[in-house]
Structures are given as C-alpha cells and as structure tokens.
Nanobody, 126 residues
Framework: QVQLVESGGGLVQPGGSLRLSCAVSGRTFTSYFMGWFRQAPGKERDFVGAITRNGDSTYYADSVKGRFTISRDNAKNTVYLQMLSLKPEDTAVYYC???????????????????WGQGTQVTVSS
C-alpha cells in the first residue's frame, strides 16, 4: 500500500510562488512515476505535470509550462512542484499521484495513476 501526503499549500498573491511537497511511503519509490493534478471548485481534476521514475524527464500541461517545475528526490521519497508566477486561475486543490504501469505515452489521465494524496489547497488572490 502506497501512501502520499502533500504539503506546502497556502494563500499567495498573484505573481508569487509556492513549493508543494509530496512524501511517499510504502513500496519502493523508484518503482513509480509521479504526477501532479489540480481541481478547482466545480471542475474536473486536471493534469498539471508528471515526472519519470528516475527524474530524468518531465512533462507539463500547456497552462503551467514555463512556470511550474516538477522534481523528485528519490533518497527522500519525495516529489516537488515548484510554482512560480502564480495566477488566480491556478487556485485549486493540488494532488500528487503515483503510477506503475509502463506506457509509451505520458500519463496525463487520472486513470493512469494508482494512488493519490489527500490534496493541498493553493489559493492565489490579492
């Protein structure tokens, strides 16, 4: 059983930055690719970005490309989401997720992931 715990959310002004963390426990962390999703009130859970098992490659949604960066520290079993130049439309609950299936395409759908964290609220407002 894999457990994921997000932290680092909060209230930030437009143009500000935040770094989210997701601590993973359970099975071998390097067995999983990791992803971040977000869900605004009344909307579906949307893909933000993903990172490979060894952290050598990342992929982002167009809406965050150039502003958000995903990284992972396999020694600490933790994945990060660095968010810069935040906008009000980035306001959402942010979730990290882990997946284990091998595929030739980037895992951008919720069904690509097996386990989820509880989420952390990010609010961008002045």
């Amino acid at each position: 059983q894999v457990q994921l715990v997000e932290s680092g959310g909060g209230l930030v002004q437009p143009g500000g930055s935040l770094r989210l963390s997701c601590a993973v426990s359970g099975r071998t962390f390097t067995s999983y690719f990791m992803g971040w999703f977000r869900q605004a009130p009344g909307k579906e859970r949307d893909f933000v970005g993903a990172i490979t098992r060894n952290g050598d490659s990342t992929y982002y949604a167009d809406s965050v490309k150039g502003r958000f960066t995903i990284s992972r520290d396999n020694a600490k079993n933790t994945v990060y989401l660095q968010m810069l130049s935040l906008k009000p439309e980035d306001t959402a609950v942010y979730y990290c997720a882990s997946g284990s299936r091998y595929s030739y395409s980037w895992p951008t759908e919720t069904r690509d992931y097996d386990s989820w964290g509880q989420g952390t609220q990010v609010t961008v407002s002045s």
